[in-house]
């Protein structure tokens, strides 16, 4: 775990930083998308997620599930073109997984990446996703204490 | 942050699904060069409105609000069902993202300041009450909620010149006319509107004026009237169409809410429990983790009859506990001695408990 400004950003996954939401590269294009410790922080306590179908075809920026907490509703925008594989089941009755653990149970979506090897370029992984995160929390005054 | 104006729309009263579906429009419409804006509507018709993720055939009666002629229309914004009419007025506030505070609790910070500040302008001692309350010496004068609608972070709430409570409990899907009975008593009790506080409620033109200067002093921003775009127009015909559709209405929801909630201390759940003597239903309002009011009905057979009202009234301002409302329980069974074959103390208990249990906070 690596913490930056209190919230928990792992080096070994793609960050789209501005928008929150992180992918997790499982091989063979397939990739995993999920909301960060950031965004559950932000949003607050989620009391639901419902997420496009299995089959829906998708293109970066478009919302791939739509969050609610108590008091907001928010988009989950995908980081990459792709076509859903799989939704994450639990979601629909344990919404609060994505803050207990954003990273890992609270995983949204499963994606078959179409541009995988373009669009891996256009995020931040490793020492320098967290470098950026760093300076894009530092810039908003956002903290997760 | 920014130092630029922000544009004013206040408009006149609009259908009410053009009053949903046009701060939607000015929020994906918001692009680099548009003005952060504070939208003044009303509907000109009354109507229902139902959370993003809310199931509208679980939360509202809807063939009482189709034979009513009250149209159920889904926002993009969370939250429960609620009865709308020209009585509020809406204050929402559509602005770039980076011009609000991150985070949730910040932005509801901001937003409930504007109204305070305009209710006590008018007389009315309001407060926040956080996350996103404004509480009038304990009672709920409006709620707020908020949403992302692409660049644009999206705070909504009203000014609440009345509020219909008797059809705002109508509305809803209850499970009993016993429930629905206790709703309105909640709401009458825990809420409260600028006719309520003031006798008559203020000209919309004053109380208008009065949140206009607050805005200004809350954001230290201009504010200068200005008019819908063409393509902000464009938009919400648009989205008129989706908004209006079965699809829209009945799509999916995940959110599952077993009580209705008055205010942010204060929600109504009912629950049964089936006693080897009968059915007993409870009906229970909950305020700041206390019974603030219990009701027992079922099929049981009671000496003294009056024995559920007996425990209505024992159990009232009671901790939520399993200890505190069976040691009050057992108590009348040692005192009173009530004949009520197959019914013990730990079945009032369970009864209590499971609505308790339903009111878990959001």
Redesign the interface.
Known sequence: MTDVRGCNIPEDLYYWVEKHVWVRDDGDDVVTVGITDVAQ?????V????TKRPGKLLERGQSVA?V????????VPTPINGEVLEVNPR??SE?TIVNDDPYGEGWIVRLKATLWSVQRAEMHTGVHAVDEYRAFLEA???SCA | MTASPIRLLDLAPVSPLRSQTIYHAVGYALGADSPDTIMLVSPNAPYVSIGRHQDAAREVDLPYCAEAGYPVIRREIGGGAVYLDGNQLFTQWIFHADHLPATVEERFVVYADSLVRTYRALGIAAEHRPINDIHVAGRKIGGTGAARMDGAEVVVGSLMFDFDVATMARVLKVPSEKFRDKIIQSLTDYMTTMRKELGEPPARETVIAAYLDACRAVLGRDIERGELRADELALAEKLDARFAGREWLEEAGGLRKPFVKIHEGVRVAEAAHKAPGGLIRCVLRVRDGHIDDVAFSGDFTARPPSMPFDLDELLAGSEISEKMVSEKIEDYYRRVRPEIPGVAPSDWVAAVMRAAETEAPA
């Open positions: 922080h932000l949003a607050n306590r009391v639901a997620v419902t739509t609610e907490s108590g008091k907001w509703v928010g988009p979601l629909a919404p908003q005054g956002i």
